[in-house]
Each structure stands twice: as structure tokens, then as C-alpha cells.
């Protein structure tokens, strides 16, 4: 008769070692491709699309269970620190006034910017340039003129605004320009496709845990 001693102990060891080495490939695969190819991506496509410095920044990546790192289904989630305004530009949601305001002011480049680089309201604006005159638009709308004062045209010549010049009135003497567009409602321009950067990190990842997975 053959007697086999075997150290149980050992066999287990052995094998939890083999578990955990497996379970760090795995995490540090999906660790690589949270960062390839949802973050970095998710970060290019936000400063392209919204010509932002900071937004891209707001995009972070963890990986699930923070605890359990010897786990060996590990997941991976991309989230924004700025989920709003990545939600707006993501389904083009229609913006509608509230309070009771019939339209949306719309400033345009005309419109100074005060203090920390907002655009002035339209009752700041009022209080430098006077009343407002209001063209009708053909889809709908109107723009809001007023004569410039010094002061402001200084400013608009200052941030380089694109926006043309109305033109001059009859009988009125200085430079009229747009400052608002006044509409009902506006529809915010999709600019981000996150849903596809989403799919493509999906297959990825399906590729890459497997190859993890199956590497000695």
C-alpha cells in the first residue's frame, strides 16, 4: 500500500497564493482601463467639445470593492465632479425661462464681464447703456440693442467680441450694438457623447480582464 501524505495546509496555501496574484492582475487591468479609456477619453472629448481648461478635471475614476483588493471581480466607475452641466451637454436638454419671464436673455460677446468673469445681467447693462431697443427676429424673438456708451464699447473692444454691430439708427448718434437675444425657449447643443466612450471602454475591458485573467 502507498501512503500520500498531503499537507493540506500547503495545498491551500498554494492556492490562495495562485487566487491572490490573479486578483491583483485583474484589479490593475481594470485600474489601466478605467484611465485609458474611460477617463483620459472622457477627459479629451470635454476639452474639445466645451473649450474648457477645469471641466476636464472634474472627470476621476474608482475602482470597487476600495476595501477588498484580493477580489476578483473588481468594477470600475468614471464620475464627474460637475454631473449637471455634463448631463446638459450630454442630452441637449431645452432651457425655459422661470418666474413668471416670458424670455431668455441670451448675452452675447457685446455684454462686459464684471468681477470674477460673469457676463453683466441685463438690468447692469441697462443701468450703463440706457433703454434697450428690440428687433424682431424671423424664427422668433427679438434682439435687445442700446447705444454703447464709452465704457462699455472700451470692454467690448477689450474681450474681442465677435458679435457685428447692428448698425446706426436714424437720427441717433453713436454705435448701437446686440447685447441680448431674447428667446422663449433654447435648446442647449449636444456636445458630448459619453454613452459611446462608455461602449467602447465596455469591450475593452472584456478584452483586457481576459488576458489578465489567462496570463501566468
Keep these: ?3 500520500v501524505d498531503i499537507d493540506k495546509n500547503a495545498i491551500s496555501g498554494a492556492i490562495e497564493g495562485e487566487r491572490i496574484a490573479l ?26 467639445a466645451l473649450n474648457s481648461k477645469r471641466l476636464p478635471t472634474t ?12 477580489t476578483l471581480s473588481p468594477a470600475v466607475f468614471a464620475f464627474s465632479r460637475a454631473p449637471e452641466i455634463m448631463i446638459a ?33 441685463p438690468q ?3 443701468a450703463k447703456v440706457g433703454r434697450f431697443s428690440f428687433i424682431p427676429l424671423r424664427n422668433g424673438g427679438f434682439v435687445a440693442v442700446a447705444q454703447a456708451s464709452r465704457g462699455t464699447r472700451r470692454a467690448h473692444r477689450r474681450g474681442g467680441a465677435r458679435t457685428p454691430t447692428i448698425g446706426r439708427e436714424k437720427g441717433v448718434e ?3 450694438l446686440a447685447f441680448f437675444i431674447l428667446k422663449k425657449r433654447v435648446r442647449l447643443r449636444k456636445r458630448l457623447n459619453i454613452a459611446s466612450i462608455a461602449e467602447r471602454a465596455g469591450a475593452k475591458y472584456t ?9 501566468s
Excluded: C, H
Design 1 to 3: 500500500m502507498i501512503t
Design 23 to 48: 486578483a491583483k492582475r485583474i484589479r490593475l487591468a481594470t485600474e489601466q482601463t478605467g484611465r485609458a479609456e474611460l477617463v483620459d477619453p472622457l477627459r479629451a472629448m470635454t476639452r474639445d
Design 59 to 70: 472627470w476621476r475614476v474608482r475602482i470597487y470593492p476600495a476595501e477588498a483588493r484580493n
Design 89 to 121: 451637454f450630454e442630452e441637449g436638454p431645452i432651457i425655459q425661462p422661470v418666474g413668471g419671464k416670458k424670455y431668455l436673455w441670451v448675452p452675447t460677446e457685446n455684454v462686459p464681464r464684471g468681477r470674477g468673469g460673469k457676463r453683466l445681467s
Design 124 to 126: 447692469e447693462v441697462k
Design 174 to 176: 453713436g454705435e448701437r
Design 207 to 215: 478584452a483586457n480582464y481576459e488576458r489578465a485573467a489567462n496570463a
